[in-house]
């Protein structure tokens, strides 16, 4: 079991920047791809980026060149850092971790902090 604990969600101004941190109950780096997800009010949850296990990163289009995926071993924490924050990037957002292996596949998520970008 792996338990993922999200932070740093809060209320911005457009164009404000804030640093969303996962912390997971243990070392799954090595081994996990971490994602971050989101869910806006009536709408399905997507992915906004993921950083897997060798460090390769992947974004949403829409997020591009303004989050950045991150991880500090050390800490067992992965960090999602976003920058020109505009109201339609409000929203709870979640933290993933998952690996497939031969004998299943593992997913875990976190319980969510909410992001609201308003003036």
């Known amino acids: 079991q792996v338990q993922l604990v999200e932070s740093g969600g809060g209320l911005v101004q457009p164009g404000g920047s804030l640093r969303l941190s996962c912390a997971a109950s243990?070392?799954?780096?090595?081994?996990?791809?971490m994602g971050w997800y989101r869910q806006a009010p009536g709408k399905q949850r997507e992915l906004v980026a993921t950083l897997t296990s060798v460090g390769r990163t992947n974004y949403a289009e829409s997020v591009k060149g303004r989050f950045t995926i991150s991880r500090d071993n050390a800490k067992n924490t992965v960090y999602l850092q976003m920058n020109s924050l505009q109201p339609e990037d409000t929203a709870i957002y979640y933290c993933n971790a998952d690996r497939s292996t031969m004998s299943g596949q593992y997913d875990y998520w976190g319980q969510g902090t909410q992001v609201t970008v308003s003036s």
């Open positions: 243990r070392s799954i780096f090595s081994t996990y791809t």
